[in-house]
């Protein structure tokens, strides 16, 4: 009897050790986004000053790719919210047109990173929304490595 359970716990181990590569963010079509709008929130507060647009595809492509790979595990969207009013926070919006227009509607892709390094996916891939994943550690240091990247200096 204490033989069958050891093959048992054995397979049990290999399965959620692959379904934990289910938990990375992926994305797809990293060439998809022509312009990147970056937006640091403040105190609860969204000033133009603290606003950045980029339109170097290289850079773009080059942030989605620091990304990926970051392990994250689903959040309900009023906790994180919750956690996003207590610090400053930046949204990275990913668009498909060169110009930003403010329509009303979604960005085809965007992240949101809080200050003490924790990342929040509410997409699955561009034009897709998925249930809110976050990171399941926080990643100050990437958070600085996208900042100088982007030239980001608030």
């Known amino acids: 009897m204490k033989y069958q359970i050891v093959p048992l716990m054995i397979i049990l ?3 959620s050790a692959c379904s934990g590569n289910k938990e990375a ?11 990147l709008f ?4 403040e105190d609860n507060i969204a000033k133009e000053e603290m ?10 492509k080059n942030v989605l790719s620091m990304v990926e ?3 994250v595990k689903e959040m309900v969207n009023e906790n994180f919210f919750r956690e996003m009013e207590s610090q400053n926070s930046y949204t990275l919006g990913f668009s498909e047109k ?5 329509t009303g509607e979604p960005m085809p892709y965007a992240f949101y990173i ?5 990342f929040a996916f509410p997409y699955d891939g561009f034009n897709s929304q998925h249930p809110l994943r976050v990171t399941k550690e926080k990643h100050p240091q990437l958070l600085k490595k996208i900042k100088k990247l982007l030239d980001i200096d608030f």
Do not use: S
Not at 38 to 41: A, D, N, P
Not at 55 to 60: L, M, Q
Not at 98 to 102: T, Y
């Open 114 to 118: 809080l200050e003490d390094g924790t």
């Open 13 to 15: 181990l290999l399965l």
């Open 38 to 41: 970056i937006q640091k929130v």
């Open 25 to 35: 963010i992926k994305i797809e079509d990293k060439g998809m986004a022509n312009a």
């Open 51 to 60: 606003t950045k647009f980029v339109r170097d595809k290289d850079k773009i």
């Open 98 to 102: 060169e110009k930003f227009e403010a």
């Open 69 to 71: 790979g970051l392990k």
